[in-house]
């Protein structure tokens, strides 16, 4: 009967909490001009986020917001392609590989904005401010040079044998620079492709790419392998 008895009068433990998952479409992102521009492309823009909140004693990290452009007429092949870099971004994980943050209601109809973890500043941007501030700038230190080299030829190690993917755009615009080159890490795979088991991109696949940063296969239509990216890589280095 005691037995019983404690089972019947037990103190019922309250249900677990579950969290709430947040929706895409739950992110709020501000208006462009209340954020800085910090990249563009065709049809793109990318804006610094800034999430800090008045009931926040830390601020918290910035995020990169990648979306269409509004100022011009952008091609629905845009949009998707856009959405598709989302994706892809998402199951990519190295420390080398810009981080993703989640997506979120884009500026067009129907399209998406993809949220990224925000670097210092892209490699260009350092050779323009660097080229232009100082007559002759020379190279640059050799750690940097050597943070660069190491960390965005793993980033492509992991892409090609990993992932089986080619990044098909790698230039200085898409090396991400953290800190005093403390970091570097490769962004922008909106036009990747897949690779084959013999890391070369099959028949039906169009490599788009940047013309001054591109392989000569790609230039007299050769064929388009992993090596494609390893030719802009030593590009961007140099």
């Not at 981080?99 to 129907?110: E, L």
């Not at 500043?121 to 940097?144: H, I, K, Y």
Request: with cysteine.
């Amino acid at each position: 009967m005691a037995d019983n008895q404690s089972d019947i009068f037990k103190t019922p433990s309250k249900p677990a909490r579950r969290r709430a998952s947040k929706q895409w479409n739950e992110i709020l992102i501000p208006e462009s001009p209340m954020m800085k521009v910090i990249g563009y492309g065709t049809g793109i823009n990318v804006s610094l986020l800034e999430r800090g909140t008045p009931r926040r004693i830390t601020q918290r990290s910035p995020w990169a917001v990648k979306r269409l452009s509004r100022r011009v007429h952008v091609a629905p092949e845009q949009a998707a392609r856009l959405a598709r870099e989302a994706e892809l971004l998402r199951r990519l994980r190295h420390p080398c590989v810009v981080g993703y943050r989640g997506v979120a209601a884009g500026s067009a109809p129907g399209s998406v904005a993809l949220l990224m973890e925000a670097a210092s500043a892209s490699l260009m941007d350092l050779v323009e401010t660097r080229a232009e501030s100082e007559p002759d700038p020379g190279p640059f230190p050799l750690s940097a040079i050597a943070t660069v080299g190491l960390d965005i030829a793993s980033a492509l190690h992991y892409l090609h044998t990993d992932q089986h993917l080619l990044h098909g755009d790698l230039k200085s615009a898409n090396v991400l620079v953290f800190g005093a080159f403390q970091r570097a890490k490769l962004c922008d795979f909106g036009v990747a492709l897949p690779l084959d088991d013999q890391l070369a991109v099959t028949g039906d696949q169009t490599y788009v790419g940047t013309e001054p940063w591109s392989a000569p296969e790609v230039v007299f239509d050769g064929d388009v392998t992993h090596k494609t990216d390893i030719y802009s890589y030593a590009l961007t280095l140099w």
